[in-house]
């Protein structure tokens, strides 16, 4: 394939900016979450978390005696959000609440410092036992739940804090998180059998942002470049011809963006550098049936990598 240079992705850059500037302007209504579980009981603990994913977690430990809103809605960016009124008052008024924390919800402490949220918060991914934390440039990657064993420590995580939150239900969130574990322990080993089948040569990738370096590192693939270093931030030209190049020149197959972000750019660099582009994974968020709970969600990514890189 020619190489093109200079003003030419220049101008193929600037077009792709564009549609995406377009595209997000006129996407960014908001959704409910696709799932909602069992009803709730009467009583039932008020639970908040940042993310569609960590609301699915809390609901698989705690069933029906937990109420759960995932401030970040279906298909929202959870590193830009900005919350509405609604969503600011809901927090207020949470008994519990979970985020992630390491950055990808950095905005959550001051949120609830600014509502007067009594409730306690837990930041899952922080300082979680037994992890080898990524960590580039001087920033710990938030990534870590897209590697399922990682997610299983979450899940205790969540089992102890609700446990704390309301004692009177140990039982049923104990039962909870035990059948939970018990169902991504065989999602970890299908996502294993599934990737370890891939060609040796066939296992390079690029992705949208840097969200898939603990999922890559746990099953056995390797990114060679992001799109962007942060949603919300472009590339510049020489970023843009960089990673054309290295695409290239390790044969990556295919560029993996997720259902969130506009898939314009990584189109226009895709075609450049002669691979396809995956545009509807799932890794921040939640998407609709069969992506509507974690355990989909990694299922669907799972299927579609594998179903690219073959």
């Not at 564009?18 to 603990?45: E, K, Q």
């Not at 870590?144 to 089992?159: G, Q």
């Not at 296992?203 to 890559?216: E, K, Q």
């Not at 921040?284 to 579609?304: K, Q």
């Amino acid at each position: 394939m020619t190489r093109v240079r200079g003003p030419v992705v220049r101008r193929l850059l600037a077009v792709a900016l564009v549609a995406a500037a377009v595209a997000g302007a006129s996407g960014c209504a908001r959704t409910a979450d696709a799932y909602v579980g069992p009803t709730p009981l009467p009583g039932a603990l008020d639970v908040v978390t940042t993310t569609t994913f960590l609301a699915d977690m809390v609901r698989q430990v705690g069933g029906a005696h937990v109420s759960v809103l995932s401030l970040v809605p279906k298909g929202g960016e959870v590193h830009t959000f900005d919350p509405r009124p609604s969503e600011a008052w809901a927090l207020s008024s949470a008994r519990l609440v979970f985020g992630n924390g390491l950055g990808l919800d950095d905005w959550l402490t001051q949120l609830a410092a600014d509502v007067g949220t009594d409730g306690p918060i837990v930041h899952l991914g922080v300082d979680l036992p037994g992890v080898d934390y990524i960590i580039e440039n001087g920033q710990t990657n938030p990534h870590l739940w897209l590697d399922v064993a990682n997610a299983e420590k979450y899940v205790d995580r969540i089992e102890a804090a609700l446990v704390t939150a309301d004692p009177s239900n140990a039982a049923a969130y104990r039962a909870g998180h035990d059948a939970y574990q018990a169902r991504l322990a065989e999602l970890d080993a299908w996502a294993r059998t599934q990737l370890a089948a891939l060609p040796a040569g066939n296992r390079r990738i690029v992705s949208y942002h840097d969200a898939l370096p603990y999922f890559c590192r746990a099953y056995g693939l390797t990114v060679v470049g992001n799109v962007v270093s942060a949603p919300g931030q472009d590339p510049s030209v020489q970023e843009v011809q960089r990673l054309i190049d290295s695409i290239r020149s390790n044969g990556v197959r295919a560029i993996f963006s997720e259902a969130q972000f506009n898939p314009e750019l990584a189109r226009t660099i895709a075609s450049e550098a002669g691979a396809s582009v995956v545009s509807d994974l799932y890794t921040d968020t939640l998407g609709d049936s069969p992506a509507d709970t974690y355990e989909g969600l990694v299922r669907w990514d799972v299927a579609h990598i594998a179903e690219a890189l073959r």
